[in-house]
């Protein structure tokens, strides 16, 4: 098994960017989910409320991230390395963080969603916590929902599009890792797996929600798959695609992952 493409999503939600290699981090893959929108209300912004957001894409160059909106044209900037306003307390779900604002870009994207909008960013050094009975958990990962890597299967794919009328891309997933897999799910059964020098821990079957059928060329929610995943990969009260991975990285050495590396699973 191969690794067939890569991808990070720079900020929560929004388009993300195919690379050839990737840089890793203790929190997963450089600049993936560094930075999240933040409504009126402080609350952090998705697809699942906010369809609309799959219209803007992201790319990086020359030290900067880049914003363009696929139907207005419009675009706006800010360096990687800006300068970050006041920190500010936010929340991905119940996992409570520290953000710090961005101060030049909120304008751009309030008249894009017509509502004042916020984008924030989490410095890797942060950490985000949960309350739990036996006390605080912390969470090392960046603005992802669970975990720092999720990898999909193209057999898996292959397949759901098999039980499909009108075939989907994988991008509807949002995968950091996509892999050329010669059996459906067959990801569902490993512990770890090995890609170059670096351990990667599954985590868990990612549960899936109706993120997955915003078409991305329009910014509409459409009926699938998750309707057609829901008659097959219901596990428990989720519906399931694709694993949600950890991985083992010394911060000092941040090792590269790229396409066409072999995944070892152990």
Same mark, same amino acid.
């Given at each position: 098994?191969?690794?067939?493409?890569?991808?990070?999503?720079?900020?929560?939600?929004?388009?993300?960017?195919?690379?050839? %290699?990737?840089?890793?981090?203790?929190?997963?893959?450089?600049?993936?989910?560094?930075?999240?929108?933040?409504?009126?209300?402080?609350?952090?912004?998705?697809?699942?409320?906010?369809?609309?957001?799959?219209?803007?894409? @992201?790319?990086?160059?020359?030290?900067? $991230?880049?914003?363009?909106?696929?139907?207005?044209?419009?675009?706006?900037?800010?360096?990687?390395? @800006?300068?970050?306003?006041?920190?500010?307390?936010?929340?991905?779900?119940?996992?409570?963080?520290?953000?710090?604002?961005?101060?030049?870009?909120?304008?751009?994207?309030? %008249?894009?969603?017509?509502?004042?909008?916020?984008?924030?960013?989490?410095? +890797?050094?942060?950490?985000?916590?949960? %309350?739990?009975?036996?006390?605080?958990?912390?969470?090392? @990962?960046?603005?992802?929902?669970?975990?720092?890597? $999720?990898?999909?299967?193209?057999?898996?794919?292959?397949?759901?599009?098999?039980?499909?009328?009108?075939?989907?891309?994988?991008?509807?997933?949002?995968?950091?890792?996509?892999?050329?897999? +010669?059996?459906?799910?067959?990801?569902?059964?490993?512990?770890?797996?090995?890609?170059?020098?670096?351990?990667?821990?599954?985590?868990?079957?990612?549960?899936?929600?109706?993120?997955?059928?915003?078409?991305?060329?329009?910014?509409?929610? @459409?009926?699938?798959?998750? %309707?057609? $995943?829901?008659?097959?990969?219901?596990?428990?009260?989720?519906?399931?695609?694709?694993?949600?991975?950890?991985?083992?990285?010394?911060?000092?050495?941040?090792?590269?992952?790229?396409?066409?590396?072999?995944?070892?699973?152990?």
């Amino acid at each position: 098994m191969k690794i067939s493409e890569l991808h990070i999503y720079p900020v929560k939600s929004l388009g993300g960017i195919s690379l050839q %290699e990737a840089r890793l981090t203790s929190k997963g893959l450089m600049y993936d989910r560094n930075w999240m929108l933040l409504d009126e209300n402080g609350v952090f912004m998705t697809q699942r409320k906010f369809p609309k957001m799959a219209l803007i894409q @992201t790319k990086i160059e020359n030290g900067d $991230l880049i914003f363009s909106h696929k139907k207005t044209g419009s675009s706006a900037s800010i360096p990687i390395l @800006t300068k970050y306003g006041v920190t500010l307390r936010s929340k991905v779900w119940s996992n409570s963080c520290e953000v710090q604002k961005v101060d030049s870009i909120g304008e751009w994207f309030s %008249e894009i969603f017509g509502f004042r909008c916020t984008l924030v960013f989490f410095p +890797e050094k942060n950490i985000r916590t949960k %309350e739990t009975e036996n006390g605080i958990v912390q969470n090392l @990962t960046s603005l992802s929902d669970k975990s720092p890597v $999720l990898i999909t299967n193209t057999a898996s794919l292959e397949e759901l599009n098999g039980r499909l009328e009108n075939k989907i891309p994988m991008n509807r997933f949002r995968s950091n890792i996509i892999f050329t897999g +010669e059996k459906a799910y067959e990801e569902d059964n490993w512990k770890s797996v090995k890609i170059g020098e670096t351990e990667f821990k599954t985590v868990e079957i990612c549960g899936r929600c109706k993120l997955i059928n915003v078409d991305h060329l329009t910014g509409e929610p @459409t009926g699938q798959p998750l %309707e057609t $995943l829901s008659t097959y990969r219901k596990m428990g009260r989720e519906i399931k695609f694709g694993m949600r991975m950890s991985c083992e990285v010394n911060i000092d050495v941040q090792p590269i992952i790229k396409i066409g590396d072999e995944i070892k699973v152990f």
